[in-house]
């Protein structure tokens, strides 16, 4: 009986973590609550603003130039 109940407790032990990890997993993929049409047209406008910033500001950084500080050397 002693032996039954340590194998019981060592599952148990074991078993612990990954029901922790799986809370509210429970609910499936379609769970989620769509978004109004009006948010996520706003969000797109967002996002696509955000990236146009983003590109404007990789293009306006100069080139530079490779430095070779041994060519005098040479």
């Known amino acids: 009986m002693l032996k039954l109940m340590?194998?019981?407790a060592a599952v148990v032990?074991?078993?612990?973590p990954a029901q922790a990890q799986m809370q509210?997993?429970?609910r499936g993929k379609g769970?989620?609550?769509p978004?109004?049409?009006q948010q996520t047209e706003e969000k797109k406008k967002k996002d696509a603003?955000?990236?146009?910033?983003y590109n404007d500001a990789l293009h306006s950084i100069p080139e530079q130039k490779t430095s070779d500080p041994w060519?005098?050397?040479?």
Do not use: H
Request: glycine residues 8%; charged residues 30%.
């Open 13 to 16: 032990v074991i078993a612990a």
């Open 24 to 26: 509210g997993q429970g």
């Open 35 to 37: 978004e109004s049409t």
């Open 6 to 8: 340590a194998v019981l």
């Open 49 to 53: 603003a955000a990236e146009k910033a």
């Open 31 to 33: 769970s989620k609550r």
């Open 71 to 74: 060519a005098k050397m040479r």
